[in-house]
């Protein structure tokens, strides 16, 4: 079936500093992939998202390609700050023509924080 | 425009008994889903549902019943509660035709002791 492997955690760093969190993925279709952000005491919100391969998700400074021959998702930021500690899921959705099967995979995900 | 709505946000029971979460959403989404929350497990899908009077098991049913009688509501239910139930759950909703982005509620705390 479905599965993710992300970049075990925890993961610190100072603010500023470049952040890569690793995702791979295994998936038997053509999967849809996505970046949530957990921020703490909240629910998961949508940080970015690719549907195919080659292409670039980008919000609020994150961005991640899909790469189809690595099988992989990796998060990425120039500069963080202090803000942007949270927990990051990546996750992955098969796609299919028969709606009705928009489910979700869930990586373990990463607990990030930033140090000012 | 509230989104998705979870109650309660806290709850503690004992083993063996009963309760109801209930999850609202007002973006007249056709699917909802709920997930449980485990510490260095992700989010596992319990349940889902399709449309108003339709359910099917996720990843990881037993110990839970769900409902869906109006399609703004999707309510998960424990009949007899046990400690391997205490987690944090999340109810989530998705639009038909949408694309596979799902928006999450908050989420509620449960405490089986």
């Known amino acids: 079936g479905d599965s993710v492997t992300q970049m075990e955690g925890p993961v610190t760093l100072s603010e500023e500093a470049f952040l890569t969190i690793n995702c791979t993925y295994t998936?038997?279709?053509?999967?849809?992939l996505f970046w949530y952000v957990q921020y703490p005491g909240e629910g998961l919100q949508l940080l970015l998202k690719?549907?195919?391969?080659?292409d670039k998700g980008s919000n609020k400074g994150f961005e991640a390609t899909y790469r189809k021959e690595t099988t992989s998702f990796h998060l990425e930021k120039g500069s963080v700050q202090v803000s942007d500690s949270a927990v990051y899921f990546c996750?992955?959705?098969?796609?299919?023509?028969?709606?009705?099967?928009?489910?979700?995979?869930f990586g373990t995900g990463t607990r990030l924080t930033i140090i000012p | 425009n509230a989104g998705v709505t979870q109650t309660p946000k806290f709850r503690v029971l004992k083993t063996g008994q009963s309760m109801t979460l209930l999850c609202a959403q007002d973006?007249?989404?056709?699917?909802m889903y709920w997930y449980r929350q485990d510490p260095g497990m992700g989010l596992r899908l319990i349940h889902y549902?399709?449309?108003?009077?339709?359910?099917a098991k996720g990843e990881v049913p037993d110990g839970y019943n769900v409902s869906r009688l109006k399609k703004q509501n999707f309510l998960l239910g424990l009949e007899s509660a046990a400690p391997s139930q205490t987690s944090v759950y999340f109810c989530?909703?998705?639009?038909?035709?949408?694309?596979?982005?799902?928006?999450f509620g908050p989420g509620t705390r449960l405490t089986v002791l």
């Open positions: 998936a038997t279709g053509y999967p849809s």
């Open positions: 973006m007249n989404h056709e699917y």
């Open positions: 549902s399709v449309g108003e009077g339709t359910t």
């Open positions: 690719a549907t195919k391969a080659d």
């Open positions: 996750a992955l959705s098969e796609s299919s023509s028969n709606f009705g099967n928009e489910k979700l995979t």
């Open positions: 989530a909703s998705c639009r038909l035709a949408g694309g596979p982005e799902q928006f």
